[in-house]
């Protein structure tokens, strides 16, 4: 186990490689030019519009600014932004904030997904299977910033029951977001668990845990659960480093001072370094979280070796 | 082996299954009983109705579609099937407990063995769980599982067919059992393997005096095992009596066929010879005896009052010693052909 985590690892970096040059070349690939952006409509004289090249390596082909990033990574340099403040400065600031938007969120999509499909599942064809069966589908259907719009738009306008924007008030304006940001997931999570118990309910160790005159709550709760679990909670496991970019949509319509929006604000304003540095983390934790995934596979299911 | 005071009785037992394509009666007015100490074998062509006919013994029919239409399950002279869940609970296990032909998938695949056998105490008695597994650990060596205390720990997937059948043996006989219904226990596995589960299961049955309701498809099996033996055939029972009886003076025609099918059994017809036909969709069962279309001593033409056999349902009545029956219209016949 402990080589096949090391070998993961490993292989995380060309990975990860590859990830940052293609980001890098599609910030390159922006149309306008950054500078001209940055300085709006006050315009900037020729010499100080050079220096700020010079210093952005603006002027170097795209694969010697890319080498260039590189090397200062390697010194642990992520760049500055065009105001000259550190990246790392903002990832630090702002990681704990979509951190905490997106554990809010997967405890939402565990929660209400987990509790949907389980109810769901032991009642096929009940009046609540086909609730979830529709309100599923719907949220599937649509795209997540509507459902944001609409979302903020009745609860924090129509019914002002949740702050609109900000992380004014703590935790509690992380809710809204959080529960926007889980919908896609929460609707997958509640359809796998329903599947995965009906599939479960049928097969032979079920048979036998009824035949052992086990009470039907732990013939279903631990036998046929513990079993339907697995492909949910890895499924869970792996949408962490999901959510966390998916933050981008979410942040910016709850205007959420995480990555997510940081990324965006960058994009506007092509400032690479700071967009490269970013979507890579969040390479990084949706391939660290698809390594917890498969560790935990294994600790669930006993059958699982990676030897 | 005594045959006296029956442990289990079944009376008349219906079992249907509904389901889109029309209702399926699996079985049909079925009774049969189990002795201490006896061996019962039930025999059929697959598809008889063998297994969901156990099941509604057990109490464990898929529900939908299955349903028992009718019938009494008597354990200890106890109706099972007008019995309280909770009543019906207390005796799986304690009471009648199953095995199943494919260990692997009857077994469950997240925990372990020592787990799995242990749960009987905790759940039918609230054993601690020390004394469970110290109980589990002891079982398995029962069963001769070499290393138990170790075995204890691993999970289905790590024991090989006969270990894993085996396991199986010991969660059933966990709680000492009246009666252990066994479904095909040795089917899944290589005749060397099969040969040593069965004595295992005759050890037991020895040493514990616990009624065995046996299905197999090996005549020889049943041959060498069973006290007494219900032959099954599109979910009645066609016919019944001692195993010497049965296999070599069969009072079926039916039963007939399945000893001339099989190398291993003398029966009375002497060339080796397959039942011809097929057996019947259960959902549309032939009027009068359901075998008839198959059988090669059908009366239709001129038949007797009530005799006809693809009008007449034969019921399943005494012939020849007491105790043996036979639901054929001309079981006297073919008794003494
Ligand atoms: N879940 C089910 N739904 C519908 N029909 C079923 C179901 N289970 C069993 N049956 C019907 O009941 C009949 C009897 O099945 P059963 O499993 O008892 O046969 P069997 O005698 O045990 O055969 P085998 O020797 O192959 O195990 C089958 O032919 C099938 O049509
Ligand atoms: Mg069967």
Redesign the interface.
């Known amino acids: 186990m402990g080589r096949y985590i090391a070998r993961r690892l490993l292989l995380t970096i060309p990975v990860l490689i590859g990830a940052s040059f293609l980001i890098f070349a599609m910030v390159y690939a922006l149309p306008g030019d950054p500078i001209r952006a940055l300085a709006g409509d006050r315009p900037l004289s020729e010499a100080v519009q050079a220096q700020l090249r010079a210093e952005y390596n603006l002027d170097d082909p795209l694969w010697l600014q890319y080498v260039k990033y590189v090397g200062g990574l390697l010194q642990g340099d992520f760049g500055t932004d065009f105001s000259g403040r550190a990246v790392l400065d903002t990832i630090e600031q702002r990681l704990p904030v979509t951190a905490k938007l997106a554990a809010v969120a997967v405890f939402f999509e565990a929660v209400i997904g987990l509790v949907a499909g389980i109810l769901a599942g032991i009642r096929r064809g009940s009046f609540f299977d086909n609730l979830v069966l529709v309100t599923t589908t719907l949220i599937v259907s649509i795209p997540v910033f509507v459902l944001g719009f609409v979302a903020q738009y009745l609860f924090g306008l129509r019914f002002p029951i949740f702050p609109t924007s900000g992380i004014n008030e703590g935790l509690y304006s992380y809710l809204l977001p959080g529960l926007v940001l889980a919908s896609l997931s929460l609707a997958y999570v509640a359809r796998l668990t329903r599947t995965s118990l009906a599939e479960n309910l049928r097969q032979d160790y079920v048979r036998t845990a009824r035949a052992k005159g086990l009470k039907p709550s732990v013939v279903v709760g631990k036998h046929t659960l513990r079993n339907s679990l697995i492909p949910v909670v890895t499924y869970i496991g792996a949408d962490v480093g999901s959510l966390m970019a998916g933050a981008i949509v979410t942040e910016t319509i709850f205007n959420i001072p995480g990555l997510g929006r940081a990324v965006y604000d960058s994009v506007l304003r092509q400032e690479g370094a700071v967009v490269v540095g970013i979507v890579t983390l969040f390479v990084f934790f949706y391939i660290f979280f698809n390594l917890v995934v498969d560790v935990l596979y294994a600790l669930l299911d006993p059958r699982i070796r990676y030897d | 082996m005594t045959t006296s005071d029956p442990v289990l009785e079944v009376e008349d037992l219906s079992v249907e299954f509904r389901t889109p394509k029309g209702v399926v009666r699996a079985v049909n007015e079925i009774s049969y009983q189990v002795g201490t100490g006896e061996t019962l074998a039930i025999l059929g062509e697959s598809g008889s109705g063998k297994s969901v006919s156990v099941?509604a013994v057990?109490?464990?029919l898929?529900s939908p579609p299955g349903y028992v239409t009718g019938g009494r399950v008597l354990f200890e002279g106890r109706d099972l099937l007008t019995a309280s869940a909770e009543e019906q609970?207390?005796?799986?296990?304690?009471g009648i407990?199953?095995i199943?032909q494919?260990a692997l998938?009857?077994?469950?695949?997240?925990?372990t063995v020592g787990h799995q056998i242990a749960?009987?105490f905790r759940?039918?008695r609230g054993t601690s769980r020390k004394e469970a597994r110290e109980a589990a650990i002891e079982l398995l060596d029962r069963v001769h599982i070499p290393a138990a205390r170790r075995r204890a720990g691993s999970?289905p997937?790590q024991f090989s067919g006969g270990m894993r059948q085996r396991v199986m043996i010991a969660?059933a006989l966990a709680l000492d059992p009246k009666v252990l219904i066994a479904d095909e226990p040795t089917t899944a596995l290589d005749v060397t393997v099969q040969a040593q589960i069965m004595e295992l299961l005759q050890e037991l049955q020895r040493d514990t005096g616990m009624g065995l309701l046996l299905i197999t498809h090996d005549l020889g099996v049943v041959n060498e095992v069973a006290d007494r033996v219900v032959v099954m055939y599109a979910g009645r029972v066609v016919e019944t009596g001692t195993v010497d009886e049965v296999f070599t003076d069969p009072t079926h025609p039916y039963t007939e066929g399945l000893m001339a099918s099989v190398p291993a059994v003398e029966a009375k017809g002497t060339r080796l010879r397959p039942i011809v036909g097929t057996p019947p969709d259960l959902a549309r069962i032939p009027p009068g005896c359901a075998f008839h279309p198959r059988c090669p001593r059908r009366v239709l033409e001129n038949a007797p009052p009530g005799k006809d056999c693809d009008d007449d349902v034969p019921l399943l009545l005494p012939v020849g010693a007491p105790g043996r029956a036979s639901a054929c219209h001309y079981r006297e016949e073919v008794l003494h052909a």
């Open positions: 099941q057990m109490g464990i898929d609970r207390a005796v799986r296990g304690p407990s199953m199943f494919d998938s009857a077994l469950n695949p997240v925990f749960e009987m759940a039918h999970f997937h969660m």
